[in-house]
């Protein structure tokens, strides 16, 4: 049986109360967000609990959980799209406005959820990079780890008895650490 430090474990719970989840926690909960694939198969509406998607023709772009864009994907049923913030200029601009905020201690608005749908992508579908799959890992690293330093370097600023802190443009991942 689970004592009760195992067991607030397991539900992400810190000994202190506060709330984390592990990066696997993160990325399931990311794979609910919706991705663009290219189906290769017809197949009509599938009503999910979280609505419906399709219908599936093939060549004709559709919005998916990423999920389940993962499950078509290992079968070759379809292409998934890359979101147009993992593209390679768009990575690259996206860091060029982090530098440029680097003295301010702004982060630039991301999407929620762009660490855990990137390393999904990276290990799930290299494939969909075209080849840029490294390029694309340096750049969204080199991302986070700008955001990372201003996080923190905006933490450490702080005076110790600050009673709240507002924090805009931070993601799940940027949120847990």
């Not at 993962?70 to 982090?98: A, F, G, T």
Request: glycine share 4%; hydrophobic share 35%.
């Amino acid at each position: 049986m689970a004592t009760h430090s195992e067991t607030k474990e397991l539900y992400g719970i810190k000994q202190n109360g506060e709330m984390c989840f592990s990066a696997k926690e993160l990325e399931f909960l990311a794979e609910d967000e919706m991705i663009e694939i290219i189906p290769r198969f017809s197949f009509q509406e599938i009503g999910l609990l979280s609505g419906s998607v399709g219908p599936f023709q093939p060549m004709v772009p559709v919005q998916v959980p990423l999920w389940l864009a993962l499950k078509l994907h290992e079968r070759q049923m379809c292409k998934i799209q890359l979101p147009s913030w993992l593209h390679r200029d768009e990575l690259l601009e996206r860091k060029r406005e982090e530098e440029a905020e680097k003295e301010n201690k702004y982060l630039t608005p991301v999407e929620f959820h762009y660490q855990e749908i990137a390393t999904i992508l990276f290990r799930r579908a290299p494939d969909s990079f075209a080849g840029q799959e490294g390029n694309s890992r340096i750049q969204v690293k080199d991302i986070e780890e700008l955001r990372d330093s201003k996080i923190h370097t905006s933490l450490r600023d702080l005076e110790q008895y600050t009673p709240a802190v507002k924090i805009a443009n931070v993601s799940a991942m940027e949120i847990n650490k």
